[in-house]
T-cell receptor, first 115, second 112 residues
Framework: DQQVKQNSPSLSVQEGRISILNCDYT??????FLWYKKYPAEGPTFLIS?????DKNEDGRFTVFLNKSAKHLSLHIVPSQPGDSAVYFC??????????????FGKGTKLSVKP | DAGITQSPRYKITETGRQVTLMCHQT?????MFWYRQDLGHGLRLIYY???????DKGEVPDGYVVSRSKTENFPLTLESATRSQTSVYFC???????????FGDGTRLSIL
């Protein structure tokens, strides 16, 4: 059973507009959430994270929102740029990185930003 | 250069052969991880290591063996490769608790 779900396999957005990528989780013990970006033929690159004691974390054009009651988080990219075109993975763990730091990943959402 | 490197980047082998994927990191991170990425599955954890000589199974460990004699290296061995192990393999490392994992660029492994 998938503990981290990204229900949209793909998303297309116009340059300059907002991109919103969604992620749902089922394990209420998760308390640390991360977003990774992945370009073809490269490894995932860490983008932004949030712990469960917060409901928002911002880093430049990227903002992650966490709704614990809904077990939902979202990544907002404003404004979107063509270089943001990539696959975005949501990941979660127990114990703020945990003693093992094991991450559970969603299947990813492919974002295409059109000029 | 500092970072995490995987070798080889591409590998083709035959069923039944043994193959080892290498991972090397220069940050002296305690934790290291191996994932596989398959269509429709995202990234799944194979094995992880909390320190030299300490390893443990992840979600999909069957058919794989790991070792960690030195902090900086974490090789992954397929002792008798099967077609179902055709995948892209990613190694990652992590520093102290609360820090994100950092990934290598992957090894694309094809088993014929």
């Amino acid at each position: 059973d998938q503990q981290v779900k990204q229900n949209s396999p793909s998303l297309s957005v116009q340059e300059g507009r907002i991109s919103i990528l969604n992620c749902d989780y089922t394990n209420s013990m998760f308390d640390y959430f991360l977003w990774y970006k992945k370009y073809p033929a490269e490894g995932p690159t860490f983008l932004i994270s949030i712990s469960s004691i917060k409901d928002k974390n911002e880093d430049g054009r990227f903002t992650v929102f966490l709704n614990k009651s809904a077990k939902h988080l979202s990544l907002h990219i404003v404004p979107s740029q063509p270089g943001d075109s990539a696959v975005y993975f949501c990941a979660a763990s127990v114990g703020y990185g945990g003693s093992q730091g094991n991450l559970i990943f969603g299947k990813g959402t492919k974002l295409s930003v059109k000029p | 250069d500092a970072g995490i490197t995987q070798s080889p980047r591409y590998k083709i082998t035959e069923t039944g052969r043994q193959v080892t994927l290498m991972c090397h990191q220069t940050w002296s991170h305690s934790y290291m991880f191996w994932y596989r990425q398959d269509l429709g599955h995202g990234l799944r954890l194979i094995y992880y290591s909390a320190a030299a000589d300490i390893t443990d199974k992840g979600e999909v460990p069957d058919g794989y063996v790991v070792s960690r004699s030195k902090t900086e290296n974490f090789p992954l061995t397929l002792e008798s490769a099967t077609r179902s192990q055709t995948s892209v393999y990613f190694c990652a490392s992590r520093g102290p608790q609360g820090q994100p994992q950092h990934f290598g660029d992957g090894t694309r492994l094809s088993i014929l």
